[in-house]
């Protein structure tokens, strides 16, 4: 609004000469900054965010920003640098525990998954960030977080292909082999010609000892690909410890 300009106008103004007597002044500082940040003069934003920092390093709102800033053009050793600054002075922080995450992740960085579990335990996180975060302890081989995480979003978003693949696979490197089975069973009465609920659905089958399971899946298989080996193979072995070859 007219209004809204004309009094950002007036405090710049009172700011600048506030700054004139007093360079190191915080309000007058960060009174700019934020009237930067909302006319999206990112420059000047920077800038001010940058001399406000200088002046009082756990500024909340000077670090929130050149946090922001730095994630955007991807310079994730300085955002670990900087999140790392703003928990020391507002342990939990959300924002800040999130993205130092996020970073340490992209940085490779071990101490990744202990910040994601503190996050995870503040909660608040959408179903998509969850599914982010269990394929980060997927990548992990950490297969008992994945599945916890997973059971703990909507059943919509749980039934989506990649989702249900991300619990089959992790059931499958816990042996649980009955949850696999349960897993991959919806996964391919929802999507049909997935190979991965049909390959883990006949590989559970197969470890807990079910020849007939093990048949029915192999043939599933090899509907989709006639000359799949592994299929092949387990079909013959299933088929002869029942001597069954219908």
């Given at each position: ?127 998509l960030e969850m599914i982010k975060i269990a394929r980060n302890y997927y ?108």
């Open positions: 609004s007219v209004e809204g300009k004309n009094n950002d106008w007036r405090k710049g103004n009172w700011s600048r000469r506030l700054l004139e007597i007093d360079s190191q002044n915080i309000i007058a500082t960060e009174t700019l900054m934020k009237i930067a940040i909302n006319r999206r003069d990112e420059e000047s934003a920077l800038r001010y965010a940058e001399k406000l920092f200088s002046i009082d390093g756990s500024n909340k709102n000077a670090l929130n920003y050149l946090i922001n800033q730095k994630r955007i053009s991807g310079e994730w050793g300085v955002v670990i640098s900087l999140c790392e600054i703003l928990l020391e002075n507002y342990p939990n922080d959300f924002f800040g525990l999130k993205t130092l995450a996020e970073a340490q992740t992209l940085e490779v960085d071990d101490r990744s998954l202990d910040t994601w579990s503190t996050v995870l335990e503040i909660g608040g996180l959408s179903d990548n992990s081989n950490e297969y008992k977080r994945v599945v916890s995480i997973l059971m703990g979003i909507s059943e919509e978003n749980r039934r989506e292909e990649n989702v249900l693949e991300l619990l089959a696979r992790s059931q499958y490197s816990l042996k649980d082999w009955e949850g696999c089975y349960s897993t991959c069973s919806e996964l391919v009465s929802i999507f049909p010609e997935n190979m991965i609920g049909l390959r883990l659905r006949m590989r559970s089958m197969k470890r807990m000892k079910n020849a007939d399971g093990t048949i029915i899946s192999a043939k599933a298989i090899l509907e989709s690909q006639q000359n799949d080996a592994e299929a092949l193979r387990n079909l013959i072995r299933s088929a002869a410890s029942i001597s069954d070859w219908s």
